[in-house]
């Protein structure tokens, strides 16, 4: 059976037991990108703390069914397009690659499936259907259709507003034939230049809000799945929206464990397109790499926002240089001197660890564990009499404690040129030949290998 995790739920608004629907699995879901743009730095944070989740579930013991959706639908889409005077498609296709390119480069487990919205109108417009016939949703004179907010008993219940409150802030836009403010659509009739389908409800496209619980149903044939997730700001209206179309179609709350992710901010506002304080995801990895831009999001809880500065990102680079190093004086240890490291696990130390991330994903405390195991590395590391089962032990457990929280370092190469350097720093040492062991040592430490 797999191990225990507590986790943060929106909904009932406390850290809960995770209780998964099927035994023994887990299936997921995030809201991804509109593929009209590069992805900001703020964007990949909700992908680096799922990627986290998956991994501590599957350490757990848990079969994990992750996937994330691609808007391909989208106003802002369709205006790029006529903008570079491109299909809809290419426009989508390219930034899909570039996101995915970002995805690898950060060492994202690749997901198990990345629905697109355009391959499941058909889907759409039954299950908007299905809504109106409910009598849940209504059309309008020119054939859009809305949901009824008035009409779901359950609103707000996820981002804790209260309509009243909602209404008297909000207005209905000139142009749209709403019943009610709040109300929003499900399906929009357009004779626009922009990609539009022709269906049972018009020839138009879907709102924003319908795709994922679509995709949701869809892919994983049930109404109801373990964890729904994405950043604070789809919290509301967007998750909400999806809540009380679930609650309308089949009666469920879309996800028992509903998560989201704290903001990227830059100088005291959060990271975003519209306010133009952005750094691309590809370029803060180009300059810092994707260990330290994971090391940047890891330290922080993440509920919590958390602030780019030049300050944070040097701690994350010298943390994950402390990392890189102790790795390869372990990989060099292991290629020069022949040895060859057993399989000796500290198992009490990482299930300290994994209990610590099973905890709501507390990385803080299980980078007190991880702190603890490598200062004893790195004194077996120094100590010419440590036996090979203490070094063993030591180098899985660290490697193992890396790799759940999705670092990736090249592996050392050692050349038959280091290892004779190698064999002639010993034998100079051994010659008390000390003049000449200083520069070879001097030599190995630059390539780091020692
Ligand atoms: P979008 O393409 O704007 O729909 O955003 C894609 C994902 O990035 C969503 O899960 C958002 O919640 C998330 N996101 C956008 N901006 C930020 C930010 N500054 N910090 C954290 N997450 C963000
Ligand atoms: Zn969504």
Redesign the pocket.
Known sequence: MPGKIRLYDTYQAKVVDFVPIVAGEVSIYY????VYNYAHL??I??VLVFDLLGRVLRELGYKVHMISNYTDIDDKIINKALEEKKSEKEVSDFYIAAYEKVLSQLNIIPLEYHPRVSNYIPQIVDFISAIVDKGLAYKTASGDVYFSVKDDPFYGSLSKTKIDDLISGSRVEIGEEKKSPLDFALWKNTSDQGIKFDSSLGKGRPGWHTECVVMINSYFKKPLIDIHG??F??KFPHHENEMAQSWAYDGTRLANTWMH?G??NMNGE???KSLGNIVMAQEAIDKFGGNVIRDFYLTTYYRSPVNFTQEAIETATSEVDKYERLMKKFEAKEGLEGIVFTSAFDQESFDKFLSFLADDLNVANALTVLAEVMKNANNLLRNPRSSLDDLSKAFNTYKKMLEVLGFKFEPLLISSQDKETYASYLQARADKDFKRSDELRQLLIAKGLM
Do not use: E, Q
């Not at 809201?31 to 509109?34: A, I």
């Open positions: 809201c991804g990108p509109t703020g964007n944070r909700p994405g950043g700001d789809l992710v903001f990227l959060k990271m975003s």
